[in-house]
Protein backbone atom coordinates (compact mmCIF):
# COMPACT_ATOMS: atom_id res chain seq x y z
CA UNK A 1 0.00 0.00 0.00
CA UNK A 2 1.28 3.33 -0.98
CA UNK A 3 1.84 6.41 1.47
CA UNK A 4 -1.18 8.57 1.00
CA UNK A 5 0.08 12.21 0.80
CA UNK A 6 -0.99 14.74 3.21
CA UNK A 7 -2.97 17.23 1.85
CA UNK A 8 -1.84 20.87 1.27
CA UNK A 9 1.34 19.37 3.12
CA UNK A 10 3.87 22.41 2.19
CA UNK A 11 0.98 24.61 3.44
CA UNK A 12 0.53 22.39 6.93
CA UNK A 13 4.17 22.86 7.49
CA UNK A 14 4.72 25.98 6.70
CA UNK A 15 1.61 26.46 9.72
CA UNK A 16 3.11 24.23 12.00
CA UNK A 17 6.34 25.85 12.36
CA UNK A 18 5.10 29.48 12.36
CA UNK A 19 2.81 28.75 15.57
CA UNK A 20 5.73 27.14 17.30
CA UNK A 21 7.99 30.22 16.47
CA UNK A 22 4.99 32.21 17.39
CA UNK A 23 4.49 30.75 20.94
CA UNK A 24 8.37 30.35 21.68
CA UNK A 25 8.18 34.52 20.60
CA UNK A 26 5.42 35.20 23.28
CA UNK A 27 6.83 32.75 25.71
CA UNK A 28 10.20 34.50 25.51
CA UNK A 29 8.56 38.14 25.77
CA UNK A 30 6.37 37.78 28.50
CA UNK A 31 7.12 34.15 31.04
CA UNK A 32 9.38 34.06 33.58
CA UNK A 33 12.87 32.64 32.76
CA UNK A 34 12.43 30.01 34.72
CA UNK A 35 9.26 28.87 33.60
CA UNK A 36 9.89 25.87 30.99
CA UNK A 37 8.24 26.46 27.24
CA UNK A 38 5.96 23.40 26.85
CA UNK A 39 4.46 23.31 30.09
CA UNK A 40 2.69 27.44 29.92
CA UNK A 41 1.48 26.86 25.83
CA UNK A 42 -2.01 26.07 27.18
CA UNK A 43 -1.55 29.63 29.63
CA UNK A 44 -0.63 31.81 26.60
CA UNK A 45 -3.77 30.67 24.45
CA UNK A 46 -5.64 31.47 27.35
CA UNK A 47 -3.77 35.16 27.27
CA UNK A 48 -4.59 35.38 23.91
CA UNK A 49 -8.12 34.98 24.41
CA UNK A 50 -7.97 37.65 27.08
CA UNK A 51 -5.89 39.70 24.19
CA UNK A 52 -8.54 39.42 21.81
CA UNK A 53 -11.50 40.66 23.92
CA UNK A 54 -9.35 43.28 25.05
CA UNK A 55 -8.48 44.69 21.62
CA UNK A 56 -12.04 43.71 20.31
CA UNK A 57 -13.25 45.87 23.07
CA UNK A 58 -15.46 43.47 25.02
CA UNK A 59 -13.36 41.64 27.75
CA UNK A 60 -13.93 37.76 27.89
CA UNK A 61 -15.28 36.20 31.24
CA UNK A 62 -14.03 33.39 32.32
CA UNK A 63 -17.17 30.77 30.72
CA UNK A 64 -16.74 32.45 27.96
CA UNK A 65 -12.76 31.65 28.00
CA UNK A 66 -13.63 27.97 28.69
CA UNK A 67 -16.21 27.74 26.20
CA UNK A 68 -13.70 29.18 23.71
CA UNK A 69 -10.88 27.20 24.06
CA UNK A 70 -13.48 23.94 25.30
CA UNK A 71 -11.23 23.54 28.50
CA UNK A 72 -12.99 23.32 31.84
CA UNK A 73 -13.51 26.26 34.10
CA UNK A 74 -11.44 25.66 36.71
CA UNK A 75 -8.52 25.40 34.24
CA UNK A 76 -8.96 28.88 32.91
CA UNK A 77 -9.22 30.39 36.13
CA UNK A 78 -5.66 28.35 37.20
CA UNK A 79 -4.67 29.84 34.10
CA UNK A 80 -5.90 33.45 34.59
CA UNK A 81 -4.30 33.46 38.04
CA UNK A 82 -0.65 32.57 36.80
CA UNK A 83 -1.10 35.56 33.95
CA UNK A 84 -1.95 37.82 36.92
CA UNK A 85 1.10 36.68 38.64
CA UNK A 86 3.21 37.29 35.53
CA UNK A 87 1.64 40.83 35.56
CA UNK A 88 0.13 40.12 32.17
CA UNK A 89 -3.53 40.74 33.09
CA UNK A 90 -5.65 42.28 35.02
CA UNK A 91 -9.47 40.96 36.68
CA UNK A 92 -12.02 43.70 36.96
CA UNK A 93 -14.97 42.21 38.45
CA UNK A 94 -15.74 38.99 36.29
CA UNK A 95 -13.59 40.27 33.16
CA UNK A 96 -10.15 39.98 32.25
CA UNK A 97 -7.97 42.40 30.29
CA UNK A 98 -4.54 42.86 29.19
CA UNK A 99 -2.44 44.74 32.18
CA UNK A 100 0.14 46.27 29.92
CA UNK A 101 -1.32 48.13 26.20
CA UNK A 102 0.77 47.24 23.28
CA UNK A 103 1.85 50.66 21.23
Do not use: N
Not at 57 to 86: C, D, N
Not at 87 to 95: H, N
Request: with cysteine; net charge positive; aromatic share 8%.
Amino acid sequence: MAQDKIKKERQRLVLCRLMVDMMRTVHGAYAPVSEPFGTRIETFFIGLCVAIGDMDGKPFSVAKIAAYMHVPRTTVIRRLEQLQSWGLIKGCSTLYTESVKQQ
